[in-house]
């Protein structure tokens, strides 16, 4: 999931920060460039657990501009490396 904020300050960030680390849904989180400020992994059971997710979590936090999902339908490689 792509994440997109209409704050840019500290405080917004860290308050972005804060809620995400103490989520345990959430098990990656990257500051990334281009459009939107942040990839997300987020990993649920089902579709009513990801709405959960989406209203108590998400919807908590006041300076999100966007939310863009993605859901894994299939999986062709995983391999990490410490890069």
Do not use: W
């Amino acid at each position: 999931m792509t994440i997109g904020l209409s704050c840019h300050s500290k405080e917004s960030l860290s308050q972005f920060e804060d809620v995400i680390t103490a989520t345990d849904e959430v098990t990656e989180c990257h500051t990334i460039t281009g459009s939107v400020e942040y990839l997300l992994r987020v990993e649920v059971a089902d579709i009513k657990s990801y709405k959960k997710f989406h209203t108590d979590v998400l919807g908590t936090i006041p300076s999100i501009s966007s939310i863009t999902s993605f859901l894994v339908m299939d999986t062709t490689k995983n391999r990490y490396t410490n890069l």
